[in-house]
Every structure is written in structure tokens, then in C-alpha cells.
């Protein structure tokens, strides 16, 4: 592969993970499902370890979760709070074991396995036996102040039970969502005509980032906890002792936890628990195996985003066989045709699924389901429901004789052709006026992620559009409660509410409005990016292709795709229409950081926490000037690993130079080293 499409690749599995890693932990709002994620993930991993010349500490493979984002304070973790590394087969676990026990030089090694439980990550810590904090996972090095809110949880001591508390001692567990409870709450909410929690995890996490604990405490979340993080005075040498003593004080832990003297035990755990993963109260998405000797662990150490001394075995997705109805099509808001199925719902993992995607044309023949066909569906991660494909065995001989699916070649919504260019794999309606698009487009305008305008949801953008209130994005800030009053389920009030949302989102940073005009490929991650780099919309349209394509993280596609979007007219005309409503046209992330204004940088050597472009950038984040020379003029140098020849210089000409540890306090201060 060429390099620099190789380069572009890897940039965008990163990218992209680490949008899906902010949606699932920050927003708690995840578009994938857990394995495709893990998919992403594999993808990546299995590139950096072909291009070793790719490597770059900030890659997701080398880093977890997200950073904290939201109204908790963010507080460094005692230790960090690591991840897992995953397996799928039973030979992948094989394979871990056989590095383990070479590791250890053939030591005899006894395995502790507990249920991997889908939840919260959280690191919980006593001080003098007394809880003194509880923070979230957040990027690993710093989580989320949550304790107000844990502290709500039954089964959360406030005091350790134990007759002499060690000085010091961090445990971190799940916080969850029982199923039984969860089932009960999403009945509820669909009674009164509230949306469904989409599954367990997302209604834990919600639960527990409610800024006032009132509303945590009114949920049933529970507590198991797994491990342990900095400790002080602790009296156990390995996970089993450790997990006696804080059952012992107290804290909750996992009733399905087992010991094993040799792998053949291990693999039993893992069979047994295949089969009876729903039993319990809480999901499981797989079981973890851990080394239980801390001497055993401490040889073995950890990557810099797992330990080596365990490792989860992970459960394929649950499937189930149904009948699949039809295949229709659907026009996305880039006029996008998208096939999905529609099938008799059916029960899996715990909620009802009756539509998923078939995403395109190609995929759709290639699963080759006909409507009359018994399918499997599955839902991976129990985000995204997915049809794995017919039962050929079952398949009726009318369904045989009728054919494979084909592609419609006119929209369903305004009858105009359907087009599939040369090597793409997408088909698209040819009417830029589809009137879906524009239900779609304003959907998504309205969303969480966007503009996120309460009230206007999927179905009060389409009653809008239906009554001809609404004929572009921007017509939304002319409606009145007189307008929304001609829809049918609105009354005086609940009109004025959604008008005051419509006008309340006027305020959005631009990133928002970014991400609501739904240009492609501009994602949050990217839009917060963009935002952040120009700061106001006038500064994003007046700037060329090859300046945004430099900026850190957005690439030549992107930019590309920002310009012709920009550069068509009625884009450019919405835009202004938007302004002219009184639509926020700025960002509060680029609120302009002058603490480098006036400097002059030069980098030479490589950085442990910085690439080469993240380093100019965050100086020129802050005002600052990264050039390639050095002269008298040159404010400072940063010198990191293998510096070149620009060291001497600098060393020649009295030019202050700084180590990666000073450039870090330059950035955050604004001051040299004394
Ligand atoms: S041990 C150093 N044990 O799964 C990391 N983790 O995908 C040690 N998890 O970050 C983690 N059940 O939040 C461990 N029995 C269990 C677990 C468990 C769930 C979570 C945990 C971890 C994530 C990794």
C-alpha cells in the first residue's frame, strides 16, 4: 500500500475510535456495537504491528477511554485505570496463558476468574477506612469526580467494616444497572410514551453522571468491585485475599468468582459461563482471568494500556432466529439510500429488535436475505442490531423462486432516480430536494450530539415538514407557538416549550452547528477540533483546503469534504440565513489562549506525549509560532530524544532550551524554567 494512504488509514481507525470511545464514555450515547468496536480496534492494532514506523503514544491502542468531559471535576487517579486486553477463541487464550507461564519461568501459577461485567468503571477510594472519593474511568489518567453520586449507591460503604482500615486503599469495580430493575424502569417509561434506555450500561452510566445526587439516588445502581488500585497497608499478597478482606469491610464482590490451579480449570469457567450468561443479575460480556499472585503480577507488568497478568475471554453476541418481513429503503440526510430489514420482533440480550441496517446494496445481496426467509439477528454489544444472515435450510421454495433482493432504481419518498456511481459502495437518491433528506437533515440538526433542540424529535420534524412550516434547517428559528399550535399533540404549552428549546439552541459553540449542517466526514471529535483551531465560522470559510488540511487530526479528505460543502451555494446561503437568525457563529474552546502570543518555537528530537504535529499545534493553540530554524530570534528550542543539529545551534546562539517536562510547564504557563 502506498504510504501515505496507509497513513491516512491508520489516521482514520483512530479517529474514528476515538469518536466512538467519547460517544460511549462521555456521551454514554455509542453508534456502535461493543464488537464492532473491537473490530476497529483489532484493525488498528494489526496495522501498528506491520508499520512499527506508524507508532504514536496517543494511538488508542496505546491509551483508554476517554478524557473526562461533563460538569464533574476531572482529578488525577493514584494509579492509572487501566484496560483489558481481549481474546475471542479458546486458542487466544491458550496463547495468552502459554506467554504467561513462559513469563514466569514456569512458576506454578494459579488463575482467579470473575464474570466480566458490562458496566461503569470506578475507582472508589477509603482513607483511614472513611470514603473519600469516587471518580470514573475518564482517560485512564484522569477521571470524573462522581462521589456525591456514588456515595448514593446501596451497597457503597461510607466506612469500611474492619476493625484496623489500612491507611490507604483504592478499589475499583462496575457500577450497574440490575436487569431485572432496568427491564421494570424501560416498561415504565414506555407507558408514560418516554424512549426506551437502549440498554443497561448506557442507563448506569446516565444514572451516575446526574449532576444532582438526588437522581442517582432514586436509581437502583450497584456496585461489584474487582480490584485494586494504590494501596497503603493492605494485608494480602494476592487478588483472592485481597477480595476476602473487602468483602469483609463491606464492599460488594462477585459471587461467581473461582480459583483454578491450572489452565484445563479455566476453560471449564469460561464453557460454563457461555452458557449460563444471562443467569445473573447484571450483564456479562465475557469472564476476565487474572494472575492471583501480586509477586507474579509485578513480573509480569503491564503495556501501556493493559496489564499482562489478565486477560478477558469475550462471548460472541448473542443470536436468534426470525422471520424477516420485507426490505425497504431509507434516504439518509446526504441523500444516502440505505436498505434495512424488517422482521418479526424478536427478544435478544434483553430487548425487542424488529429493523436493522443491511447498510448498502453490495452487503445486502452479499447476505442475500429474502423476505420469507427465517434470518439470525444478532445485536452485538447490544447496541447496533445486525442481520447475520438466512437459514438457507428453512428457506421456503416461493422465496427461492422469487429471487435475491434488488436495489429499487427510483426513491421511495419522491420517485426520482436512484444513482451508484462507479466504485462506490453507497446508491443515493439524485434529488438534492428529497423531502427525507430534509426530515433527515433536520432530525439531525435538532440531536443531542448537534444543535440538541428539546422537543424537536424524529417525528416533530416530520409532522413539521408534512405541514410545510419548516422548509430548510434555518426555518426552524422562524416558528411560532401559533405554527407549532396547527400540529396535532400540541397545546399552548408544550408549543411554548418547544419553541423555547428551538430558541435556546440559537446559543450552541459553533462545533455544535458544525456537526448540525451535517457536512461529511465532520464528526464531533473533528468539529471540536475545527472549532478549536479557527474559532468562528467566518475564520472556517475563509480559510483554503491545504490550511485545514494541515490542522492536526483533520486530513485531506476532511477538508476537502468542509470546503465543497462551504463552497456550495446553498450551503454558503443556509449558513448566512442561520447567522441572520441570530445562530452563535463562534466557539467557547477557541476563546483565543494567548499564553505563547509573540513566542517563537523550534522542535528538534522526538516527544514521549506529543507527536510532532500535536506539538506545533498546541503551540500554536496558544498563539505561538513553531518555525524550522534556529536564530537569534528563536524564543526557545525543545530538545527531546536524538535532537539534531538545531541543539548545537541554539546551545551556540544562548537560545534557551527546554526538555519535554519544561516544554509541557511552557505550554501550561507561559514561563520559562528559572
Ligand atoms: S480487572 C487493570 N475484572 O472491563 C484492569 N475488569 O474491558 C483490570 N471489567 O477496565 C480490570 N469486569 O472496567 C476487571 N471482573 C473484572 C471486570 C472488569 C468488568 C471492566 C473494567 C475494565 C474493562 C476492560
Partial sequence: MADQAL??????????????????????????????????????????????????????????????????????????????????TPDDLRAWFDRTERALEGAVVRYICEPKIDGV???????????ERALTRGDGREGEDVTPNVRTIDGVPGWLELGEAPPLLEVRGEIHYPLAAFEAMNAAREEVGEPRFANPRNA?????????????????????????????????????????????????????????????GVFGFVEYWREHRHDPDYEIDGVVVKVDDFGQRRRLGAT???????????????????KLNDIFVNVGRTGKVTPFASFEPVVVAGSTLQLATLHNED??????????????VRKAGDVIPEVVGPVLG??????????PWRMPTTCPFCGSPIQRLEGEAASYCTNIDCPNRLLESLAHFASRGAMDIEGLGYETAKALLEHKLVRNLAGVYRLTVEDVLQLEGFAERSAQLL???????????????????????????????IARRFGTMRAVREADEVTIAAVSGVGPIRARALRQFIETPRNAELIDELATLGVRMDSEAAKRDDTLAGWTVVLTGGLEGFSRDEAKQAVEDRGGKVTSSVSKKTSAVVVGTDPGTKAAKADQLGVPMLDEAAFVRLLETGALPD
Fill in 121 to 131: 468503571a470506578i475507582s472508589v477510594s477509603y482513607v483511614d477506612g472513611r470514603l
Fill in 499 to 529: 419553541v423555547d428549546g428551538i430558541q435556546a439552541s440559537r446559543d450552541r459553540p459553533l462545533e455544535r452547528l458544525l456537526v448540525g449542517l451535517g457536512i461529511r466526514m465532520i464528526g464531533g471529535t473533528v468539529a471540536r477540533i
Fill in 204 to 264: 448506569a452510566s446516565g444514572a451516575l453522571r446526574q449532576k444532582d445526587p438526588r437522581k442517582t439516588a432514586e436509581r437502583p445502581l450497584r456496585l461489584i468491585c474487582h480490584g485494586l488500585g494504590a494501596h497503603e497497608g493492605l494485608p494480602a499478597t494476592a487478588h483472592s485475599g485481597f477480595l476476602e478482606v473487602i468483602a469483609d469491610a463491606g464492599l460488594p464482590v462477585a459471587a461467581e468468582t473461582q480459583s483454578f490451579d491450572d489452565p484445563e
Fill in 7 to 88: 497513513r491516512r488509514q491508520v489516521e482514520a481507525l483512530r479517529l474514528a475510535i476515538a469518536d466512538h470511545r467519547y460517544r460511549y464514555y462521555a456521551l454514554s450515547d455509542p453508534t456502535v456495537s461493543d464488537a464492532e468496536f473491537d473490530t476497529l480496534m483489532a484493525e488498528l492494532r494489526a496495522l501498528e504491528e506491520r508499520h512499527p514506523e506508524l507508532d504514536d503514544p496517543s494511538s488508542p491502542t496505546r491509551t483508554v477511554g476517554a478524557p473526562p468531559a461533563g460538569p464533574f471535576a476531572a482529578v488525577r487517579h493514584r494509579q492509572p485505570m487501566l484496560s483489558l486486553d481481549n481474546t475471542f
Fill in 363 to 376: 452487503q445486502a445481496q452479499m447476505k442475500d436475505a429474502r423476505p420469507g426467509d427465517t434470518i439470525i
Fill in 394 to 403: 428453512l428457506r421456503k421454495p416461493e422465496v427461492q423462486a422469487a429471487g
Fill in 304 to 322: 501501556s494500556s493493559a496489564p499482562r497478568w489478565a486477560i478477558a475471554f469475550k462471548y460472541p453476541p448473542e443470536e436468534r432466529e426470525t
